[in-house]
C-alpha cells in the first residue's frame, strides 16, 4: 500500500451518529488494531492472528508480552493469545499429528484479515468491535498441509468491550473425511506479583500435573502459584462457571468459556523462563500467569462438514 503524505486523517465521528470503533490495518499488512470510543484497545498480528495488546482506556496493558518475543513471523510469540490447532503441545501417540510441531501450526501461519463489525447504542459501555480472521488449508505452508493433509477451515473472531476481551473459534471441516483436532486459547494474563495471585473456580476439578510425570490429581482449594506451575484443568463446574484471577484479594480477571471444557494454567518460573531465549525480562515469571481455554483432554472429532464451536470471554 503507498502511504501518500496528504491523506485526510480518519474521521473520529460522524456527525449525528454516535462515535465508533476505529479499525486499522498496518500499511504492511502485518496486524490490525481497534480502538474503542472510550479508549480500550487491541491489537491482533495476523501472524498467528495473536492478540498481542489489549489495553485499558488508560493505556494499560492487560496481556503479558515478552520483551524478547518475535513479532516479524519467524516465531510462535511468547505473550498475547497464541492459538493452539490441531494439538496441543505434541502427541506422539496420535498417529494424524505426532509429526507437527509443538502447539501445532494456528500459531505461525499467517490468518486472513476478514473484516471488522461494530456495534454502538445509547448506553457507552454498549459499544464493541469485533475483529473476524479466517485459516484454511490454502493458507497453509507446504510442510504444514503434508503434515496435516485435512481441508478445513478456522473463523476467529475477536471481540472488544470497555470491560471484556471475547475469542471464539469456529472448526470446520471441509474435506470428506473426519479429523481428529485439539484447540486452545493460550492466553498470557499480566499481573503486577504473581506471588500474590489466587485462581478460584478450579476447586474440586481433575488435573494433570504436566510438572509431576503427568499425574492426575484433584484440586483442593485456591490455586496459588510458587514455582513452575503446568497443569490441564478439567473444571468441575463446567465452563459457565467463572474462572476467577485475583491479586491480593481483589478479582482482577474473570474467565467464562464456552464448549471449551479445559483449562490450562502455566507459569514457567525461574529455571524454565531463562532457559527461553524469547522470555524476557527472565523475572517477567512474576508478571505473567497463562490461563487457558482449551478442548484438550483427548480429541474433538470433526466428520465430513461437520463444525466444532468453542469460546471465552475475559471481563475485568
Ligand atoms: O513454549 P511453548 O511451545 O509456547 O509452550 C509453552 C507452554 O504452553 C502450555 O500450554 C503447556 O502446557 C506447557 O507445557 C508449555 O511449556
Excluded at 492472528?49 to 524478547?68: C, H, I, P, Q
Excluded at 513479532?71 to 505434541?90: C, E, H, N, Q, W
Excluded at 480472521?133 to 503434515?147: P, R, V
Excluded at 502455566?266 to 523462563?273: D, F, L, M, R, S
Aim: hydrophobic residues 35%.
Amino acid at each position: 500500500m503507498v502511504d501518500r503524505p496528504n491523506k485526510p486523517a480518519a474521521l473520529a465521528t460522524t456527525p449525528g451518529l454516535p462515535p465508533q470503533a476505529q479499525v486499522n490495518i498496518t500499511h504492511d499488512n502485518s496486524r490490525v488494531n481497534a480502538v474503542l470510543p472510550s479508549g480500550e484497545s487491541i491489537e491482533v498480528l495476523l501472524y498467528g492472528a495473536t492478540v498481542t495488546s489489549w489495553k485499558d482506556r488508560a493505556g494499560n496493558e492487560r496481556l503479558w508480552l515478552s520483551d524478547a518475543a518475535k513479532l516479524d513471523g519467524s516465531k510462535a510469540v511468547r505473550g498475547g493469545i497464541p492459538l493452539v490447532f490441531p494439538v496441543f503441545g505434541t502427541a506422539p501417540d496420535h498417529a494424524a499429528t505426532s509429526k507437527l510441531p509443538q502447539h501445532g501450526f494456528a500459531r505461525t501461519s499467517i490468518w486472513e484479515f476478514m473484516g471488522s463489525s461494530t456495534s454502538e447504542s445509547t448506553g457507552k459501555s454498549d459499544n464493541s468491535v469485533k475483529l473476524d480472521f479466517g485459516l484454511s488449508q490454502s493458507n497453509l505452508t507446504d510442510e504444514s498441509k503434508k503434515l496435516w493433509p485435512h481441508p478445513f477451515s478456522l473463523q476467529y473472531s475477536v471481540t472488544l468491550t470497555p470491560d471484556s476481551l471475547g475469542t471464539g473459534m469456529v472448526i470446520t471441516n471441509q474435506g470428506d473425511q473426519p479429523f481428529e483436532a485439539q484447540l486452545l486459547m493460550h492466553t498470557y494474563l499480566r499481573v503486577k506479583d504473581i506471588t500474590k495471585v489466587s485462581v478460584t473456580g478450579l476447586e474440586e476439578s481433575d488435573y494433570v500435573d504436566k510438572v509431576d510425570a503427568a499425574k492426575t490429581k484433584k484440586q483442593s482449594g485456591t490455586v496459588t502459584i510458587s514455582g513452575e506451575t503446568d497443569r490441564v484443568y478439567t473444571p468441575a463446574k463446567g465452563p459457565s462457571h467463572p474462572v476467577v484471577v485475583s491479586e491480593g484479594g481483589a478479582a482482577t480477571f474473570t474467565v467464562v468459556r464456552d464448549n471449551l471444557d479445559d483449562v490450562v494454567v502455566w507459569n514457567p518460573w525461574i529455571e524454565k523462563a531463562a532457559g527461553m531465549g524469547d522470555f524476557e525480562p527472565k523475572d517477567g515469571y512474576k508478571n505473567m500467569i497463562c490461563i487457558e481455554a482449551g478442548a484438550v483432554k483427548g480429541w474433538q472429532k470433526l466428520e465430513a462438514g461437520d463444525a466444532f464451536e468453542g469460546a471465552q470471554v475475559i471481563s475485568v
